[in-house]
């Protein structure tokens, strides 16, 4: 992190000399705005190469067995352990969250790596009776091929890392391309791929911003695309991949919590300062809208105000352990501020935060804003703001509560406060969403499914579902009797 251009695309297990590459893209602290990095980027010419490097080490990769994949998989996450604070420093640095919870980003992807080591020898196909006598049919799971995957920048390491797991575990070998808001933490990442001694080709890695992903995803040599980030650029990977790919769409959300009549109001507070700032609310699951009871609405609001003002905000290598630090990005705080200006516009109550915080000099910082008395039609409540922002509004039956909570185009995660089993089962029934989380806002874990409805996306990532995007089935129909 000196300035200077950094060795950043790992291809057939050597890293690409700087010098050749024409295109770089400057890598920027957003506590500070002072540039970290110049960070060479890939033209169409090293698109190919990294695709072809992998599809190279494709049949080697897929015969090597499942138990060998495993070794190397526990291999890398004993690199990523070993590594884990170096990585979290490039991190925070280049992507704003505080240095603890970075640490914990890298600790989880290193246990990613072990779950898809584990699941690696679990692979199993069927056997299907047949109609005939005489005949047997096989189903087999056979690794797709190569995997593109394409991350975002809020949680780069994690994310990039579910992507890794799940398709090595498989069979498939991968060209990885991170945001160009955060090139290093990956770097550092793959680092941790080449000292576990993967095979060359296995693992590559690409730089670059959209259209260094359009060039990926289109490539004929493609044959699965993991692709995590906005509904936006999500629907147009359909119109640019050129053929038939498997496809995987981790995308957007406009979360909502109900805190239910029955609710226990310190603990609906507690999740959703949680949710709904952790990483500055620069999550897909972050609370961006709350539905309190009319009974609780009062004191809801106050207390969740209270609370968002006491957050600490601070430079996060500075203060490794802040709740919060910058955005990651000036095109995140420039929504923030239209999603604040349009509900105040819109008549709701600026109860704490609505513009940057005192004390900062630079960087991109924006105080935890809680907007109270929200109609359907504010920014807030319909659109993903990814940011530190939760909009609050008042209900009056769980019918219109379920109601508000499913409109809109986003089904990711949604959460309930309740503590009435009744009302529990008719929101979870209810609530189109691919996870509703009740009485905690933990809605991942890495042993279940996890992906989103409508806008959200298609497919799943985290548990054998995370792998099942990675393999193509087989019918063997066999005759083995007169
Ligand atoms: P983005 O869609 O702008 O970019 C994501 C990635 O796609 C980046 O690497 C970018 O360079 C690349 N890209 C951009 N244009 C492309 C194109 N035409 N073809 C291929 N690749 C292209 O998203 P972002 O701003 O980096 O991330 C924020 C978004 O990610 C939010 O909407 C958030 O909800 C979503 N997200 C979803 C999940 C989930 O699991 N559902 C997790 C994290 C973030």
Known sequence: MNGERAQSMFIDGRWLPAELSQESFTVVNPAT??????????DAAVVDQAVSAARRAFPAWR?????????????L?????????AIARVLTAEQGKPLDEARGEVAKVARTFEYYAGEAVRVLGQTIPNEDKGFLSLVEKEPI????AIAPWNYPVELIGWKLGGALAAGCTIVVKP??????SAIALIGCVEAAGFPPGVVNLIQGAGAVGAALVSHP????????????????IFQTMGGIKSVSLELGGNCPLIVAPSADLNAAVTGA??????????????????YVHASLYEAFTQRLAEGAARLVQADGLQHPSADIGPMTNADGVAKVERHVADARAKGARVLCGGGRPQGFDAGHFYAPTILADCTPETLVMSEETFGPVIGIAPYETLGEAITLANAGPYGLAAYVYARDVSEIFALTKALCFGSVAVNNVDAGIMNAPYGGRKNSGIGYEHGREGM???????????RHGA
Do not use: W
């Open 33 to 42: 705005e002072r540039p970290l990095a110049r960070v060479a980027a890939a």
């Open 468 to 478: 099942e995007g990675y393999f193509a089935l087989k019918h063997i129909r066999l």
């Open 145 to 148: 091929g190569v995997a593109a």
């Open 273 to 290: 300062l949680r949710r709904g700032f952790r990483n500055m609310g620069q999550i897909c699951i972050a609370v961006n809208r709350v």
């Open 179 to 184: 945001s160009e808001y955060t090139p290093l």
């Open 77 to 85: 996450a004993r690199q990523v352990d070993e590594r884990r604070d």
């Open 221 to 236: 040599g493609i044959d699965k695309i993991a692709f995590t980030g906005s509904a936006k650029v999500g629907a147009r």
């Open 63 to 75: 015969d090597l067995g499942p138990h060998k994949r495993a070794a190397l998989l526990v291999a």
